[in-house]
């Protein structure tokens, strides 16, 4: 067994150095929620890329967020060194690395922070003090691994689930850009997702995401909210067609923080298996989740509010970002599936229709 990770000081320098997704940040919280329980006293920084940055930008469990970018002042061998240099002048007392790349645990090295936990992974063995080696073949939800490994380190707390948070301010401006599209505070707002940056095999179809929006807003008198990102404006563009414009389109019109408080106020969310997926469930929001080529086992929505829809096709989930064959993953799923699952789920809620 490894020595429990204890430190002379009561208030410990921690650097937590995130995973590079969104929707794998979000399912490292609970796994930050035992090291802030394990550690109150400490002083905990997360390192994260600019888009996982802002999901900490407030967090309660963390007090400061740095940022790092490949693509600017950290870019290639150079840019490891000035960002080594700058977490050299905090004096960290232990960095927990969360991703299992070799980078990811270069740095740290390379600033000296005395202890260094992370996965044995990656040929960077020598570059942790502490390491995971965990059963490859017993892994199950993400959730569960991110816990399993500051476990290991005798990091535990009290069971969660992910969580974020949003500010009033946030939230107050969600509320203000829906009222100004005639979105009230009681009206029933459902979320369309269609989007998911992993890549085309991941999405279901834009006419399918649009009959099932049209039947469920009828159902349940809702106004249809679409979301995506920047490269996911001709996909939303799609379904605004398909509904003859009946919807408010805010794809590529949002930051992640946006995003989190207007996610935060739906009261029912369509979803492919993508970061806006693990938002909805962080914040309580049902949902119906679309899997195709990746393992529901591992990345499902991490709540008792979702509802996996998913086919048992012979070559899935092949984890792949692009079909090389029929995508019969995805046209196996019908519109018939997904407002069925979403009806079933909306019975087994207290107040499906009550505001989130």
């Known amino acids: 067994m490894p020595p429990t990770l204890q430190f002379p000081v009561p208030n410990p320098r921690i650097l937590i150095r995130s995973v590079n997704w969104i929707g794998d940040a979000v399912m490292t919280t609970p796994a930050i929620s035992a090291i802030r329980e394990r550690f109150p006293q400490a002083e905990i920084t997360l390192l994260a890329n600019p888009l996982v940055s802002q999901l900490f930008s407030p967090h309660e469990w963390v007090d400061r967020v740095m940022t790092f970018d490949r693509r600017g002042s950290h870019k290639g061998i150079g840019g490891k060194f000035r960002l080594a240099g700058e977490l050299r002048k905090h004096r960290f007392d232990a960095a927990i690395i969360l991703p299992n790349s070799f980078d990811s645990a270069l740095v740290p090295w390379l600033a000296g922070i005395p202890v260094r936990l992370g996965k044995r992974s990656d040929g960077r063995g020598l570059l942790l003090t502490g390491?995971?080696?965990?059963?490859?073949?017993?892994?199950?939800h993400e959730v569960d691994y991110y816990l399993d490994l500051v476990r290991h380190f005798g990091i535990t707390g009290r069971p969660m689930t992910p969580h974020l948070v949003t500010t009033p301010d946030e939230d107050m401006g969600a509320a203000a850009l829906l009222a100004a599209q005639g979105v009230g505070e009681n009206t029933f707002v459902l979320g369309i997702n269609p989007g998911a940056t992993f890549g085309s095999a991941k999405r279901w179809y834009p006419e399918r995401f649009a009959e099932v929006a049209r039947r469920l807003a009828a159902e349940w008198q809702a106004r249809i909210v679409i979301f995506g990102g920047p490269d996911e404006t001709d996909i939303a563009a799609g379904i605004e067609h398909h509904l003859a414009g009946d919807c408010l389109n805010l794809a590529g019109k949002t930051t992640v923080r946006d995003l989190m408080a207007l996610i935060k106020r739906c009261n029912f969310f369509i979803t492919n298996d993508?970061?806006?997926?693990?938002?909805?469930?962080?914040?309580?929001?049902?949902l119906v989740a679309i899997f195709g080529p990746t393992d529901h086992t591992g990345t499902a929505p991490y709540?008792?509010?979702?509802?996996?829809?998913?086919?048992?096709?012979?070559?899935?989930?092949?984890?792949?970002?692009?079909?090389?064959?029929?995508?019969?993953?995805?046209?196996?799923?019908?519109?018939?599936?997904?407002?069925?699952?979403?009806?079933?789920?909306?019975?087994?809620?207290?107040?499906?229709?009550?505001?989130?």
């Open 303 to 356: 709540t008792g509010r979702a509802v996996v829809v998913h086919k048992d096709v012979e070559c899935a989930p092949c984890k792949l970002r692009e079909c090389p064959i029929d995508h019969r993953c995805m046209t196996e799923i019908t519109a018939d599936d997904v407002v069925a699952a979403a009806m079933r789920l909306s019975q087994q809620l207290p107040s499906p229709k009550a505001p989130a």
């Open 131 to 140: 390491r995971y080696c965990p059963d490859e073949s017993a892994i199950g």
């Open 274 to 286: 993508s970061g806006p997926m693990h938002i909805a469930a962080a914040f309580g929001v049902p």
